[in-house]
């Protein structure tokens, strides 16, 4: 990644915003109308930004949402960029970079995952504590953007252990029930085996997922804190004994959209 098309992209977003925002937040399938929460709303569409892909899959807008959330100026991705759409590696950093490039000193990752651990129900929210890159990618495989961070990142605090205890406690004094654990990327998009499965429960996983590994990985590379919640749409391949499909994970995701929304403000 060159620092050159980290600012091309940044200067076009700087130039349109007044506000800098101090958290940025990732919104996964089925969650995106927190962005309809903000006050004092900017959008900018993803196609507009200077190298930027377009976002494609069902539930995902495809813009940054600036505004303001709890009195907080933020920045909300309504949509992502996934691996399995055919993205080149570098555009699963770049907006983790364009956000870093324009103020943000935290982030808040969210997804929708399918739930390893079967003590875990469809409708929870997860605490992400670790993950595995099971994906066989990388973000920052390439040359290095010296100017975002060291060729060999540390990652022994990839999702802040202050900020997992702290949201922890925002959970508990408003009374949403979270669990923890630690997400696994796949690529997809198919969705899991049951043997693929089992191997992920025997690795230690909680929740399974196609996105967010690339963005915590780059959002590390350049020392943004972050945050991780998974909304368990769905019991992960095999643990029911039923099929799984998008519609259903649409469909959690929906029901769960305000707890999700008062924990996510909370935080902010
Ligand atoms: N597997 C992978 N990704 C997912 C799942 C799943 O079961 N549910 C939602 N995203």
New binding site residues.
């Given amino acids: 990644m060159n620092i050159k098309t980290v600012e091309e992209s940044s200067n076009y977003i700087k130039e349109k915003i007044q506000q800098t925002p101090e958290v940025g937040i990732i919104l996964g399938?089925g969650l995106g109308e927190l962005a309809d929460k903000l006050s004092e709303k900017k959008i900018i569409k993803y196609s507009d930004v200077p190298n930027l892909p377009t976002s494609t899959v069902k539930g995902h807008a495809g813009q940054f949402v600036f505004g303001k959330l709890n009195e907080k100026n933020v920045v909300m991705m309504q949509g992502r960029f996934h691996y399995y759409e055919g993205n080149k590696m570098e555009s699963l950093a770049l907006p983790i970079y364009i956000m870093k490039s324009i103020g943000i000193k935290k982030l808040i990752v969210t997804?929708?995952?399918?739930g390893v651990n079967t003590s875990f129900k469809p409708g929870d929210l997860m605490i992400i504590e670790d993950h595995i890159n099971f994906a066989g990618i990388n973000p920052l495989i390439g040359k290095n953007c010296d100017e975002m961070g060291p060729r060999f990142p540390d990652m022994s605090n990839a999702y802040d252990k202050d900020m997992v205890e702290e949201t922890r406690k925002i959970a508990d004094k408003i009374g949403v029930d979270v669990v923890k654990g630690i997400y696994v990327m796949?690529s997809?998009p198919n969705?899991?085996t049951p043997a693929e499965i089992k191997m992920i429960r025997l690795l230690g996983g909680d929740a399974?997922?196609?996105s967010t590994v690339p963005e915590v990985i780059a959002a590390n590379h350049c020392s943004i804190k972050v945050i991780g919640i998974s909304c368990i749409?769905?019991m992960?391949?095999g643990i029911l004994d039923k099929p799984?499909d998008h519609k259903e994970?649409m469909e959690t995701s929906n029901k769960v959209k305000d707890k999700f929304t008062r924990l996510v403000t909370a935080i902010i």
């Fill in positions: 399938s997804n929708a995952a399918g796949m997809g969705y899991e399974v997922g196609m749409t769905n992960a391949a799984l994970v």
